[in-house]
């Protein structure tokens, strides 16, 4: 037989897609999500170091990040650049331009497909930084919840492998913590696993919080296998508690298509067992992921067969793809923890992931059976110790210099290699990837000001980790110094002297409406309803006057701050002025899904119900909607008293009754 050499190639496939579209320019004050959050009450119980990390550096904002809202549902085919990683047993296809995905890990000799491949790509509102697309392998880091690199690009190029041939190494700097991290995708030349090297750098002088997950999407007709008796079950109507596998409430939950509503359950794998997780299908054939000792976390996560869950499958994709669950691997038992990592440090480890056969009367009989079962057809496949091999070969190339660059990712990392020196061998943030965003902060690096624009636009983003902040602090205090440094203090938590920068800015500053709207957030985080409609009604007022044109970036200003406004002032039961500016807004922005919405609520404000329900019957798409909202068709029963029509029910969990 002749073994096919492993081949590292980039590629184009064809993919009908919707376009993440351009960022959001208005700075993310507050958080997007809270769906995956525990109150003080909730963690009474915990065991000591799970309730610890679940209080351990939450997220406040995805700042510095920007939020990627601008999606639409429509659909074209689109050309997208792929690296393909294969050998004569294993194909996988890994989309850089979408956070290093794994789009397909196809087992060559069998023709199965090992994950749930999308066939489109279209972003949903779930990721912490707003678009995110679902399928395959993906890499989370930063905070709790789908990477702000969702639907980023990563660099990536060919490196020498352990075993001399090729492997494929991605690599950014993960902004939410500031830490830069590799993905290594080594592919041996007979092997029937993917092994995948990670490790997360803390190049800084005091420790950081972690947090990785690796999420696989498979078909939900599978059974999840874990090594475990015990879970953690959270649902989407809040609480963590411990429950029996694979039974509890009545069913089997190792089915996905047992449960009626979206749920995790975090596998509570003991100490010494081996980490793995499979799906297997009716045959007992799947999928099968292991590590090394150091991730510790297995998790199922299941979309359920209530209306609500159905209705996010078929937002996903496309009708007529089967639907998913996910099977995970992660650094701490839940995802509501994050894991310090301390200064000059890192976290290193390997994870495998290839085809698994065992017999299907034991896989689908008594836990124990099926447990023992898996394990034992994975330790003939791939034992233990060949991994804990696999790893120790591995670490003597994640030092190795990247060769051919085969994609580009952001600037982010070069501006703080630049800024701190930082040695870090293996993952190269070169200064020809700085560009026009990076542009004024490299001006404040090298000259300690913060370069007045050019041109009359929207704000850049704002840099808010603390040595940005204290150049900041110390930079003259130019109306746009004043509003990147009102940024970084609100982000510290220091909303009160935030206030101050921003009020500074406004006496001299010749664009007012980036510092009235950030004013107007501060307001309504303080409950100041009917000040903060105040301000967004001035800061839209200025923008109007200041836009110079409707191209793009105006439109996409004029929408977002428009958006919040209206918004504001519903809240301060302002119809009228909403209504003003509803009609400032670009009619190409008024006919998209997520302002038809809107109107719909302005309408409801109004009064109107027929109005209401002329816009939902007429039929509207919210691209934007996020995980867990219940706003459609709470806005649907409010006017009209009817139940919730089925295209737009999204309910994660069942009702409460009072």
Known sequence: ???????????????????????????PLLPLRDVHTLDERAKEGLPRDMARQVGYEPLGSPLPTRILDAYGRERTPTPIDVIVVENDRLRATVLPGYGGRVHSL????????????????????????????????????????????????VHAARVRAPDGGEMLRLWEWERLRDLPFQVDLWLPEDSDFLHVGIRIRNPHEKPAPVYWWSNI?????????????????????????????????GADRTYP???????????????????????????GHGLVQTSTDLPRGRKLFLWGTGTGGRRWQEWLTEPGTGGYA??????????????????????SWLESYGPLSAAADRVHGDWAGARDEAEARLGDALPR????????????????????????????????????????????FAESTLGPDQAPWLELLHSGAVPEPRTVAPPGPTLVAPHWRDMLETAPARPIAEY?????????????????????????????????RCLAVADRAEGNVERAADRYTAAFDDLCQ??????????????????????????????????????????????????????????????????????????????????????????????????????????MRPETTS
């Open 257 to 283: 298509l047992r449960s009626e509503y979206p749920a995790d359950y975090f596998f509570d794998v003991p100490d010494r067992a081996r980490r793995w997780i499979a799906a297997l299908d009716d045959a």
């Open 546 to 651: 200041e836009r110079r044109d409707d191209g793009p970036v105006w439109t996409a200003a004029t929408a977002a701050l428009g958006r919040e406004a209206i918004t504001a002032l519903l809240a301060a039961d302002r119809p009228e002025a909403a209504r003003a500016v509803w009609a400032g807004l670009h009619e190409s922005t008024r006919a998209e899904g997520r302002f038809r919405f809107l109107e719909a609520q302005l309408l409801h404000a109004e009064g109107d119900m027929a109005g209401v329900r002329a816009v939902f019957e007429s039929g509207f798409e919210a691209a934007d909607l996020r995980e867990g909202a219940e706003t459609l068709g709470n806005l649907w029963r409010a006017a009209t008293g009817e139940e919730i029509p089925e295209r737009y029910d999204f309910r």
């Open 217 to 249: 999407a498979v078909p939900e007709e599978h059974r999840v296998l874990a090594p475990a008796d015990e879970a953690w079950h959270f649902a989407y109507t809040g609480g963590l508690r411990k429950v029996p596998v694979p039974e509890s409430d």
């Open 1 to 27: 037989m002749v073994i096919v050499k492993t081949t590292v190639r980039r590629d184009v496939l064809t993919l009908p897609t919707a376009a993440p579209g351009a960022e959001n320019p208005l700075p």
């Open 326 to 347: 996910e099977i995970q691997s992660g650094l701490a038992r839940t995802q509501l923890e994050h894991v310090r990592l301390d200064a000059e440090a890192e976290f």
């Open 484 to 516: 990147h440094l009102g940024i970084a203090q609100w982000h510290a938590g220091d909303r009160a002297q935030a206030v101050r920068s921003w009020e500074r800015g406004l006496d001299l500053a010749p664009s007012r409406w980036p510092l009235l």
């Open 385 to 428: 110790e060949a991994v804990d091999a696999a790893y120790e070969a591995w670490l003597t190339c994640a030092d190795t210099e990247p060769g051919e660059v085969l994609a580009v990712g952001s600037g982010w990392g070069a501006l703080e290699v630049l800024r701190a020196g930082h040695k870090l061998p293996g993952t190269p």
């Open 106 to 153: 196809l087992h060559k000799p069998s023709g199965r497909e090992l994950v749930h491949r999308n066939p489109v790509l279209q972003p949903a509102a779930f990721a912490l930084n707003g678009a995110w697309v679902s399928g395959g392998i993906e890499w989370n880091i930063g905070a709790t919840g789908h990477t702000t690199l969702s639907c980023a690009p």
